[in-house]
């Protein structure tokens, strides 16, 4: 198994442009997150996806959406690129356990975004 | 929302001692802290995890201690190495949901030898 794959691993972008972070994982996870990592802070919430098709907003999600086609990708798009989300951004996933929840996420390598 | 506050933010130690990492939470319904370690320039990885109806939980030279009175966790390290070396991350969660982790902000460790 890859476990779960980000592209491209760094990217910079101007202001204003738009762009796509991909993500896909082959543990067939039905939980997978988007955050973002700034300087000398923890992970923050950007979305979630608990399966196909269903999305929601985590703890900062403007400027950022996510959908959910199928149970192995769940892509980030930047819609007009701000210097502000400059950051990495780390996508996870996580099985469902009956009696346990979701435990254990796994983290992709993360992407590493620079808006000018 | 949860808040999360982790203490220090930097901590160093002699190989050999020991490393405690403290956090606080502030919602009384997260049930389930798990503790990350992140080196430098790669991806968070779990280390160990507690839910809220155990009281500890031991892992060779790693602990984790939760008191849910005081709404408090701690990481332990015992016998540092180098490699122990990283930045660490807890984390706190609602129905057992990894995936809507609330993190604090972090503690760099430095393992000296």
């Known amino acids: 198994n890859a476990g779960v794959t980000q592209t491209p691993k760094f990217q910079v972008l101007k202001t204003g442009q738009s762009m796509t972070l991909q993500c896909a994982q082959d543990?067939?996870?039905?939980?997978m997150s988007w955050y973002r990592q700034d300087p000398g802070m923890g992970l923050r919430l950007i979305h979630y996806?608990?399966?196909?098709?269903?999305?929601d907003q985590g703890e900062v999600p403007n400027g950022y959406n996510v959908s959910r086609s199928t149970t192995e990708d769940f892509p980030l798009r930047l819609l007009s690129a701000a210097p502000s989300q400059t950051s990495v951004y780390f996508c996870a996933s996580s099985l469902y356990s009956l009696g346990q929840g979701y435990n254990e996420q796994f983290f992709g390598p993360g992407t590493r975004l620079t808006v000018l | 929302g949860e808040n999360v506050e982790q203490h220090p933010s930097t901590l160093s130690v002699q190989e050999g001692d020991s490393a405690v990492i403290k956090c606080t939470y502030s919602d009384s319904a997260s049930n389930y802290f798990p503790w990350y370690k992140q080196e430098l320039g790669k991806r968070p990885q779990l280390i160990i995890d507690i839910r809220s109806n155990v009281g500890e939980k031991k892992d060779q030279r790693i602990a984790v201690t939760l008191n849910k009175t005081a709404k408090h966790f701690s990481l332990h390290i015992t016998e540092t190495q180098p490699e122990d070396s990283a930045v660490y991350f807890c984390?706190?969660?609602?129905?057992?949901?990894?995936?809507?982790?609330?993190f604090g902000d972090g503690t760099t460790l430095t393992v000296k030898p």
């Open positions: 984390a706190a969660s609602k129905n057992t949901n990894a995936g809507k982790s609330t």
């Open positions: 543990m067939n996870h039905e939980y």
């Open positions: 996806s608990v399966g196909a098709g269903i999305t």
